[in-house]
């Protein structure tokens, strides 16, 4: 089973209006990242939010990290249709070593 | 700075071939992650490196797939013999790993898109 996971595998806003990614993880976590990945490129990341914060923006993002209920949500404002792509959680874990472990995503269109 | 960079971006190999990709970390990071990624599965670690050493195997993919960092320049990841069911993109990822904010920030590169046929 998924150590993160996003609560849904797609969303679908129009340009100008505010969305939400949720993402649920299992284990204790010294930090979640959230990344995006455009089609043909690799996951870039846009914030990473320690496990004493619990909040954290960039732009027009906003993370929010709840350790009690182990969940986390990631809000753009003013979409644009350039943030069209598949966003991911990411949590740190370790097993037999350190590794960081991604949840399958949630696609986002941004329609025109 | 050079991001992460992938060679080759597109590979295509005939059941049983053996194939080698490419991988060229960001200068000074520490740390290498190799992931597979397929629309069912999502992304899952194949191997992760620290200052050169395997830190982890991946489990299940360790029979036919095997990552080498033979130096903090430069790693390759083997699968052989290949399978249909290993088409998927293959994604890099380095990572400065000393500590602080950036400590476990990834940079992925491009990918390489394999396809078995």
């Known amino acids: 089973s998924q150590l993160a996971e996003e609560n849904s595998w797609a969303l679908s806003v129009h340009e100008g209006e505010s969305v939400t990614v949720n993402c649920s993880y299992k284990t204790s976590i010294t930090a979640l990242q959230w990344y995006r990945q455009k089609s043909g490129k690799g996951p870039a990341q846009l914030i990473l939010?320690?496990?004493?914060?619990r909040e954290k923006r960039n732009g027009r993002l906003r993370a929010t990290l709840d350790t009690s209920s182990q969940s986390s949500s990631l809000s753009i404002t003013a979409t644009r249709c350039e943030d069209t792509a598949v966003y991911f959680c990411a949590t740190d874990a370790w097993t037999n070593a350190y590794k960081v472990i991604f949840g399958k995503g949630t696609h986002l269109h941004v329609l025109p | 700075d050079a991001g992460v960079t992938q060679t080759p971006r597109h590979e295509v190999a005939e059941k049983g071939q053996t194939i080698i990709l490419k991988c060229e970390p960001v200068s000074g990071h520490n740390d290498l992650f190799w992931y597979r990624q397929t629309k069912i599965q999502g992304l899952e670690l194949l191997s992760y490196f620290r200052s050169k050493s395997l830190m982890e195997d991946g489990g299940a993919f360790k029979d036919r797939f095997k990552a080498e960092m033979l130096n903090s320049s430069f790693s390759t990841l083997k699968i052989q013999p290949t399978e249909p069911k290993d088409s998927a993109v293959y994604l890099c990822a380095s990572s400065p790993g000393l500590g602080g904010d950036s400590q476990n920030t990834l940079y992925f590169g491009a990918g390489t898109r394999l396809s078995v046929l």
């Open positions: 939010i320690r496990s004493n914060e």
